[in-house]
Structure formats: structure tokens, C-alpha cells
């Protein structure tokens, strides 16, 4: 059977909400989660729907993208396709011609797993390597120490604080609590927490928001910040300590985060709580054509 590939709708969100949750395991590189749908949501649905590329065979999902920007298309594929010549040759395909609708012309990255076959014909078609992400993780089969703040599980009546914190930790962002219940309301949250630490004058500090795949799967942080005007107290520690724990109480295995390299200090940040530092990973990128 030929590789189709398309949009799936909003309707065919759960699809591939449900293949990304299958296809997370602990022996895997650093590759697309279905929280990475799940925050793409504060967007709403239908954005959501718009930004998500599919390919299938005879029915079956074999590989899924967002397009987390317009010219940035995070890739991941199924375990058993990675080396797949077909699937392969259709993906490299389809990112490079802009009438198949996947990126646009001009300069275009693409983020997709370390060793699957597409990374080579990339590499072949010219695409370079862009500049080094950390990929790091926390195994989560121990219990997790106390993270010595106090923490607070954001419910729809305190979006509005975890939106200010990320206002604050996060140059440009224009997050609010209408974002954070579009989020809320997408079906990646069902199995994920929103959390916020208080200092000891009830100052809210830092954020992070938790996606689980499922017990036995890894589950990710995205995003993590914190207050620009609290940090160097070690808040940032503290909220992934706890982020890390309420991973743990939905039954991860692990959790998971990536951040870029030139981040020294949240590299550290993310160490100092007990998470392991991975091989870098590169985004693939064209430069933009002549014309």
C-alpha cells in the first residue's frame, strides 16, 4: 500500500494523540510527546488540528508532525518504521517540495529522531545540522525527595497565576488564562498537571506544566520557568523536583526534557534535580532557496 499522508481534523486528534502515547518508551531518543500537542493546544482546537501532519499506510499511522511554528515541523515516527526506505523517501518528499503543504519555502528546520532513516536522507539533501538541544531524564522508579517549597496543582480558578509566571519567566510570551484553559480543555490534559511554587511570602515563583503518556511511559516537562525577579534561589530545582513527583503519581517511568545547549544554567537547573544528561540532538535545516 502507497504512504498517505494529510491532516487528520480535529476529530482525528485522539488518533494521533494515541499513537504518540504508544510510541513513548524509556530506550527511545528524545522524540515528539503527546504533551508536545498537549501545550500546542492553548492555541484551541482547530489550530491544533491545522499544525498536525500524518503519514499512513493501509490505515495505519506510521508518523506524526507538528508544525510548531511555520517553518519548524517536529517529526517523530513509529519504533518499527524508523529505517522504513518507503515511509522515508515519501517524508523527504513531502518537507522539501512546498506545494505538498508541509513547510513553506524559504529556511525550514525539522526535528525528527536520531537514527531514523529520514535524518540520512536529509543529510544527503544538503539539510545541516542547526545548533545542539540536551535531551535529559529522571528515572522515576525511586521515590522523589520533597522539593522544600510549597507547591500548588493549578485548578481553571488559579490560571491566571501559573499565566503570569510564564508571562514573567518567558521573554515575549503572551500566555493567559484564556490560553491556559484551551489548554485545559484538549485531550492531552486529562493526564496532565499544571504546578506553581510559592516562596515564603506566598510569592508565586515558578511553573511547570506535566504530561504523562501513560503509566510505564516517560512523561514530559514543557514548559518549566521561572519568575524573572525570583531566580537564583533555586525555585527552578525545586519546581522540577516536583514536577518530577507528580510524573511519578501518574505512573511515569521517567520524565523528560529538552532543552537548548547554549542554556547552560537550565541544563544545570534540570541536573541539580536528579535529571541525567543525554547525547545532543540537532534540528535538520534548509537554508532558504534561490529563486
Known amino acids: 500500500m502507497a504512504i498517505v499522508s494529510g491532516k487528520l481534523g480535529v476529530d482525528g486528534l485522539s488518533e494521533a494523540v494515541g499513537v504518540l502515547r504508544e510510541w513513548q518508551n524509556d530506550g527511545a531518543p528524545m522524540q515528539l510527546h503527546p504533551g508536545d500537542l498537549g501545550w500546542f493546544w492553548r492555541s484551541g482546537a482547530e489550530a491544533t488540528a491545522a499544525a498536525v501532519r500524518t503519514w499512513s499506510r493501509d490505515g495505519q499511522i506510521l508518523a506524526v508532525g507538528l508544525l510548531d511554528g511555520p517553518g519548524l515541523l517536529r517529526l517523530t515516527i513509529a519504533p518499527d518504521a524508523q529505517r522504513d526506505e518507503e515511509l522515508a523517501q515519501r517524508l523527504l518528499e513531502d518537507v522539501t517540495e512546498p506545494e505538498c503543504g508541509v513547510l513553506p519555502e524559504g529556511r525550514v528546520n525539522i526535528e525528527a529522531p536520531m537514527g531514523a532513516l529520514v535524518q540520512d536522507l536529509l543529510f544527503e539533501d544538503g539539510w545541516n545540522a542547526d545548533e545542539p538541544w540536551t535531551p535529559l531524564r529522571r528515572d522515576l522508579t525511586d521515590p ?60 508565586a515563583v515558578a511553573a511547570v506544566t506535566v ?81
Open 144 to 203: 522523589v525527595k520533597d522539593p522544600g517549597v510549597r507547591i500548588e496543582l493549578v485548578g481553571p480558578e488559579r490560571a491566571h497565576v501559573f499565566a503570569a509566571v510564564h508571562r514573567a519567566a518567558f521573554v515575549g510570551s503572551g500566555f493567559t488564562a484564556e490560553r491556559w484553559h484551551a489548554m485545559a480543555a484538549g485531550l492531552p490534559y486529562a493526564d496532565a498537571r499544571c504546578l506553581v511554587a510559592r516562596d515564603d511570602q506566598g510569592n
Open 211 to 291: 504530561w504523562s503518556a501513560g503509566p510505564g511511559r516517560p512523561g514530559l516537562l514543557e514548559p518549566m520557568g521561572v519568575h524573572r525577579e525570583h531566580r537564583r534561589h533555586g525555585y527552578g530545582e525545586a519546581i522540577t523536583v516536583a514536577a518530577a513527583a507528580a510524573l511519578q503519581e501518574l505512573g511515569s517511568s521517567s520524565a523528560v526534557v529538552c532543552t537548548p545547549s547554549s542554556h547552560a544554567g537550565a541544563v544545570a537547573t534540570y541536573k541539580s534535580a536528579g535529571f541525567q544528561q543525554g547525547p545532543e540532538i540537532r534540528d535538520r535545516y534548509r537554508e532558504a532557496q534561490d529563486v
